[in-house]
């Protein structure tokens, strides 16, 4: 495995991988990586000669209150997890590798990325569409991974791929659980024990009110008040209307303790 922090030389190795016919797969992160990580390599090997796994924390999608300066760190353990897993380059680029001072061009998502997380936390999708864009320039890949519990976000990126005719295929990966339901995440570990358990009660309720999709119920008050959460439409994310005659998801964010937590599941099946 390589290990490459700048662009010029990420692109360099790159271009003797595609010279010699490879295919290019890539999983971009903020590191911190976890088995859902994980899950996304091994899919990107499955499909691809070459992974690129990007770690960078990215500024420009947090807000000022948020927790930029406590997201966890472990540049040793991420590369070790990246090696063992069959990563064959590391990006790991610096804030100012990827925002060159002064920096002032983003890209700014559409209706997409207004409702859900883009009310609560806004200009988030703006950073994360900006940085998404960037990596895709720095590395070109052929496909590109993202795992469904993001799942606003893999449908703006999904869109703006589109929007901006680039030549990526983005696949999104099921969400990988622990054990007892939890959808893995990052922030899982400031959880304390008891906040833990409480925190199962985000995907008990989804998976409740999916149990009552399958038996028949189609009514979107029935299911929000089951699920306790929120329900969206995949391809707008938009509230869904009773009946529920499209493809659909139950959208859930919650605040446990300190620490806000996604998850969501898909109630028809639709490309995300």
Excluded: W
Aim: charged residues 25%; proline residues 6%.
């Amino acid at each position: 495995m390589q290990t490459i922090t700048a662009v010029a030389g990420l692109r360099c190795v790159l271009a003797e991988a595609r010279k010699a016919g490879r295919r290019v797969g890539f999983v971009p992160t903020m590191g911190y990586l976890h088995d859902g990580h994980l899950r996304l390599v091994e899919a990107s090997r499955a499909l691809c000669d070459v992974t690129v796994l990007s770690i960078f924390v990215n500024p420009t999608q947090f807000g000022p209150t948020e927790d930029l300066g406590t997201y966890q760190r472990d540049f040793a353990r991420d590369e070790k997890l990246c090696r063992d897993t069959g990563v064959a380059i590391l990006f790991a680029p610096d804030a100012k590798e990827v925002y060159p001072p002064p920096f002032e061009t983003f890209v700014e998502p559409g209706e997409l990325a207004k409702p859900l997380c883009g009310a609560f936390r806004p200009g988030h999708f703006r950073g994360v569409a900006t940085v998404v864009c960037k990596l895709f320039n720095m590395v070109q890949p052929d496909i590109a991974l993202f795992g469904q519990k993001d799942l606003q976000q893999c449908s703006v990126i999904r869109r703006m791929v589109a929007d901006l005719n680039l030549p990526i295929e983005i696949i999104t990966v099921p969400t990988v659980r622990e054990p007892d339901g939890l959808a893995m995440s990052s922030r899982n570990r400031f959880l304390c024990a008891k906040e833990r358990r409480r925190a199962l009660a985000i995907s008990r309720g989804l998976f409740a009110a999916a149990d009552e999709f399958r038996s028949g119920e189609r009514e979107a008050d029935r299911l929000i008040a089951i699920a306790k959460r929120h329900l969206a439409m995949v391809d707008t994310l938009k509230p869904a209307e009773s009946p529920l005659r499209r493809a659909s998801a139950l959208c859930a964010a919650a605040f446990i303790g300190s620490t806000r937590l996604i998850d969501n599941v898909i109630l028809q099946q639709v490309a995300i």
